[in-house]
């Protein structure tokens, strides 16, 4: 039994890429599988003049893959209205209350609302801080804020942002996106761990070595360079979402599956993090692919030619806590990597007395494009002799599966109609990762930090393959 939400959306930067490739997507496939009713409606907008008309129409063309048919598009469409106007301007703001109240009256939606910021954070103070002056927030039903990345560029920055708004509403009603969070496999880290007495009892100091996690794309910057530039790998990519991933995989135990029990011991081992040292980081960048045939990242499209921002980033980063004994997780993301992939290694010791001269053995958890588990494990090779020989016990899911499951932002726009802020950024994880991505930043800048060049489709700079080595191990992923 599917439970119908009801709720007004207003979204800002309703012309924008998100709002076209995911959202309005999004809000279909819930609308097809009954978990929006028809009592729900859409304010889009954003500077462009468009009428309700075109904006129906962009709406259709955005659903254009997954529409049931033309009849049932429309329909969904119907409940979409767009109004332009400059979100710095408290004339949009009497305006859009009125449209506001008169949808709620027409689509009876109790007064519940979702204001989804997608665009640029520079805006988000003044558009809550309007949305309070200008009585956007119902007095009746609930009023939810979907907040988009980057949330700030360092410490400093977010929790000046965090603070504004704050001013007018409380933590409980914002959401921080991190698509991840709404990753299927992503998800399934806190199930692996805690459903399966196996793992819930190996998964420490005594039975791990150590953990990887890889999240490369064969992409290069594309039209972002203007905004890449300023940001860079570490900030675009480790600080949200390598920092959520390294969190689920080595918090200790919830006592119970709520929001706050999650999020505090999300916070308790990212707090347990060991201060970063410089030699542990790699700050990569992509030079011209070797056959030529990509170019170089200062060649890049509005990209400063003496830019030295990182398209990779490699990294040790230490938990520093009795469940782990300074266990290293080894991070590595990166634009222009050989293979787009988005994975982790959890490597476990040799066994204890090593009877058998044993290969560590791996569980691979494939989150992005493979979905599912391998288990690498020592079998007895069969003939005469106790020799070894790798086996894997594996379960992907099938294309078809993987084709016919949500995607990230359907789950975590539904996650915001039914009030669980499980998978979104709490301000305590968000700011714990930014003070330690602000050591990291300040240590490069503070030494002069060289950028260690790769060629474009490679696995990164040979200094991301020394970090493991110099340890005495290796990426277990080498394509
Ligand atoms: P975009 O540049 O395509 O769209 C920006 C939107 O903001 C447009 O609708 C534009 O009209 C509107 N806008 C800009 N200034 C305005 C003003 N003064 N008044 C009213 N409207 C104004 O951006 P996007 O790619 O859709 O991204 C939106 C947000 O989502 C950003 O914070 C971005 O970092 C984040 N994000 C985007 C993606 C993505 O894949 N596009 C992924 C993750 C996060």
Redesign the pocket.
């Known amino acids: 039994m599917t439970q119908e939400n009801k709720a007004l959306f207003i979204i ?11 959202l309005y997507p999004a809000l279909y496939r819930l609308y097809k599988k009954g978990f929006l009713s028809e009592q729900f409606a859409v304010i889009g ?4 003049e468009w009428s309700d008309d075109y904006y129906q129409d962009v709406v259709m063309d955005a659903i254009e893959d997954s529409v049931e048919s033309e009849e049932h598009g429309r329909s969904f469409a119907s409940h979409f209205r767009y109004q332009s ?4 301007d408290t004339e949009h703001y009497v305006t859009l209350k009125k449209l506001a109240d008169t949808l709620d009256s027409e689509y009876d939606l109790d007064g519940n609302r979702v204001f989804y ?5 520079s ?1 988000f103070g003044t558009i809550t801080d309007h949305l309070k002056q200008e009585k956007l927030i119902s007095d009746n039903g609930f009023n939810r804020v979907i907040i ?3 949330f700030g560029s360092d410490y400093e920055s977010s929790k000046a942002l965090n603070d504004d708004i704050l001013e007018s509403f409380d933590e409980n009603q914002l959401y921080r ?1 991190d ?1 991840y969070l709404g990753k299927e496999m992503i998800q399934s880290i806190l199930t692996l761990r805690f459903a399966n007495r196996l793992f819930e009892n190996s998964w420490n100091k005594d039975a791990i070595d150590h953990m990887q996690i890889t999240l490369s794309e064969q992409l290069g910057v594309e039209e972002r360079g203007e ?1 890449y530039d300023k940001s860079g790998a570490l900030k675009d990519m480790v600080q949200n979402h390598v920092m959520q991933v390294l969190s689920l995989l080595t918090m200790d135990a919830p006592k119970s599956y709520t929001t706050n029990e999650v999020r505090n011991k999300k916070v308790d081992v990212l707090k347990a993090l060991k201060t970063p040292v410089v030699t542990d980081f790699v700050r990569g960048q992509y030079s011209e692919s070797e056959d030529g045939s990509v170019t170089a990242y200062r060649l890049e499209d509005k990209v400063n030619p003496h830019s030295t921002t990182d398209t990779f980033v490699a990294g040790k980063i230490v938990i520093d806590n009795d469940t782990w004994d300074k266990m290293p997780v080894y991070i590595r993301t990166g634009k222009r990597m050989t293979k787009k992939s988005t994975r982790i290694d959890i490597v476990f010791k040799q066994s204890e007395n090593n009877i058998f001269n044993d290969t560590p053995t791996h569980l691979t958890i494939h989150v992005d494009p493979f979905e599912g588990f391998e288990l690498t494990l020592n079998d007895k090779k069969i003939g005469p002799g106790m020799d070894l020989t790798p086996m894997t016990l594996g379960s992907l899911r099938s294309e078809e599966t993987i084709e016919n499951s949500p995607e990230a932002y359907e789950k975590l726009i539904l996650d915001v109609l039914r009030g669980d802020e499980t998978h979104f950024a709490h301000w305590g994880e968000v700011s714990e990762s930014w003070k330690f991505i602000d050591q990291i930043k300040r240590l490069w800048e503070d030494t002069n930090h060289p950028i260690a060049f790769y060629p474009a489709l490679s696995m990164g700079p040979k200094e991301a393959f020394e970090l493991l080595e110099k340890d005495g191990r290796q990426w277990v992923w080498n394509p």
Do not use: Q
């Not at 106007?85 to 710095?88: A, D, E, I, R, Y």
């Open positions: 800002f930067g309703a012309t924008g890429d998100l709002a076209h490739r995911k907008t954003a500077r462009r106007h400059n979100v710095k910021l997608s665009m640029s954070p805006f988009e990345k980057p996106i698509h905004y």
